[in-house]
């Protein structure tokens, strides 16, 4: 035989040390794979063996957790008795609502709205006061879901006053959850001043709570969305107020429709805060607010454009 060239045996010994590697290669692969597989098995024993939490149940464990019990085994006790939703279980609470730790004390706030109305805004008043703002931001929230009339004076003043931005528009939304009409002339009285960028939310919060003020007055229930979906109006399931706007409430709101009409129609205001400007003129229910809200039933805003047109759909029932 002859000879081999140079270019041959280089190609014999390339092939041999790529044949070589693919079999390292396939038994570290397969190696690893088996390693993969174990720890997999041992992860999935760890996962079963682990101990379930064990979440208070009974009362004596949830007054024990609270009085001498960590952060967090406070603050499960607390989840608990929220989860109960009785007067019964917002009495436990109670002794929380004086924590010397600001987030206890404020996830308490949460947990106590299930007392009598009296009852809760009594307990909860104390926390408007506290020097931390998160609690106080918590306190006016819990008060608007109490919606006890008792309360509203002291919310307003929290609106007004507040030297924490958060607080201030904690209790706007409260106000609008409380559904007091005497709140309408300070939220109106708000909305007046001139626009600022750092009281966007605020000022979107306050146009939103005049219009829950009014559905509440209807005697209907508050839209938690809005718009609520862009669906064919059969499908929505809308806002429907038991009783037709009196004209009595059409006389305590004509400051606030005053008001709203130029927040809506007004461009230099934000997209957000014109949308809730026509969902309040919506729940309000004006007629003469017809022809206002049909101006922007083809606004670019097509959030603000399908408010609009459930606004006047809700009109129309």
Excluded: C
Aim: no cysteine.
């Amino acid at each position: 035989m002859g000879k081999k060239t140079h270019r041959e045996l280089s190609g014999r010994r390339v092939s041999k040390s790529a044949n070589s590697f693919t079999g390292f290669s396939l038994k570290l692969s397969l190696i690893f794979a088996a390693l993969l597989l174990s720890g997999g098995v041992n992860a999935q024993k760890r996962v079963i063996n682990r101990p379930e939490i064990v979440w208070p149940k009974d009362d004596a464990s949830i007054i024990r957790m609270i009085a001498s019990g960590s952060i967090e085994d406070k603050r499960d006790a607390l989840f608990e008795i929220r989860n109960r939703e009785t007067a019964e279980a917002s009495r436990l609470a109670l002794p929380a609502l004086s924590d010397k730790n600001r987030v206890i004390r404020a996830t308490a706030a949460a947990s106590v709205v299930f007392l009598p109305a009296d009852e809760a805004v009594s307990v909860l008043l104390p926390l408007l006061r506290d020097k931390s703002a998160f609690v106080r931001r918590e306190g006016a929230y819990a008060l608007g879901i109490v919606r006890n009339k008792s309360a509203t004076a002291a919310l307003i003043e929290k609106m007004q006053r507040d030297k924490d931005a958060e607080v201030r528009a904690a209790a706007t939304v409260a106000l609008g959850l409380a559904g007091d009409p005497a709140a309408v002339d300070a939220l109106v009285d708000f909305l007046k001043a001139t626009p600022k960028s750092d009281k966007e939310f605020q000022r979107r919060a306050a146009a939103r709570a005049i219009g829950q003020i009014a559905q509440i007055a209807r005697g209907g229930k508050q839209m938690a969305v809005t718009p609520q979906s862009f669906l064919p109006d059969r499908f929505k399931g809308l806002y429907s107020p038991d009783q037709t706007i009196p004209p009595v409430l059409i006389a305590d709101f004509r400051p606030a429709i005053a008001l709203l009409t130029g927040i809506l129609l007004n461009p230099k205001e934000t997209d957000d805060t014109r949308r809730e400007a026509a969902f309040s003129l919506g729940a309000i229910g004006d007629p003469a607010s017809r022809d206002v809200l049909q101006q922007s039933l083809s606004s670019p805003d097509y959030y603000l454009a399908e408010i609009v047109r459930e606004a006047l759909l809700n009109m129309e029932r």
